[in-house]
């Protein structure tokens, strides 16, 4: 059985409910480099909710990255607030921000970041052995389709399966949250789907709030709702009636 609070295999979240994860305000983010002053973020108001799958969408340097960063905890704030459960993270102390880090967000990126001298067991039980509440690193594999694959190094796995060890690694130790930048940016597009198709099982299945970065107009298909964002600033926030499942999805 899965070991996810009080979903199960039986009875796992597969739709949004109205129960706040992140409540943004006012975000601002300023880099300051010398003399110059990059506003990366200029006033980001927004609100996630459990179970939903969101898109973000935008050109490079409109801000994707930043939300995401700060809405994770590796980054800060220059002005407003993030909400997590309606504490305010950004007012968190570095104990705080790592504690929040560890128990309540996956991320996954582009670059797998895996250890090439540990297997696919051994990348996913690296996480599960400082967790609160961790699934098995089996049950974590099997999820995203590599149960099959347990004792094999990334060396002998591809691109694709790589990434999904990562997902693996993201999600063993139950994580409320479920933060992927360009998880399908170094890979084909039928690489690609499988990915995201492994994404969007460990939605439907354990009930994860899950943020997509994409540069892919395509992948919005799958999402809930997909928030296009502009030079630091939400530009539009449209609602998929229908989610697309990811087979269903080209580029």
């Known amino acids: 059985m899965l070991n996810k609070k009080n979903i199960d295999k039986e009875a796992v979240q597969t739709s949004v409910s109205e129960e706040t994860v992140f409540k943004v305000k006012r975000l601002k983010k ?34 994707k990255s930043t939300l995401l960063n700060i809405l994770g905890g590796l980054d800060t ?10 504490k305010d993270i950004t007012k968190a102390t570095e104990k705080e ?6 128990y309540h967000v996956g991320f996954v990126f582009q670059f797998y970041n895996l250890i090439p001298s540990l297997t696919a067991l051994e990348n996913v039980s690296v996480v599960t052995e400082i967790a609160k509440n961790p699934m098995k690193p089996e049950d974590a594999l099997s ?32 994580p409320e949250v479920l933060l ?16 995201l198709e492994a994404l969007e099982r460990v939605n439907r299945e354990l009930g994860t709030a899950t943020i997509i970065i994409t540069h892919n107009v395509d992948i919005a298909g799958m999402a809930n709702r997909v928030i296009h964002l502009s030079n630091g600033l939400i530009s539009e926030i449209t609602k998929n009636p229908v989610r697309k499942p990811p087979r269903e999805l080209h580029w």
Do not use: W
Request: net charge negative; charged share 20%.
């Open 97 to 102: 921000l790592t504690d929040y880090r560890r």
């Open 77 to 86: 704030a220059t002005e407003g607030y993030v909400e997590y459960r309606g």
């Open 143 to 174: 999820i995203v389709g590599l149960g099959e694959r347990l004792g094999h190094f990334p060396s002998q796995l591809s691109g694709g399966e790589q990434q999904r060890i990562a997902i693996a690694r993201a999600i063993a130790k139950n």
């Open 180 to 195: 992927c930048d360009e998880p399908t940016g170094a890979l084909d597009s039928s690489t690609g789907i499988v990915v």
């Open 30 to 63: 300023v880099y300051e480099m010398g003399e110059v002053k990059v506003h990366a973020l200029r006033g980001v108001d927004l609100e996630l909710y459990s179970g939903e799958i969101i898109v973000l969408l935008g050109p490079s340097g409109s801000g």
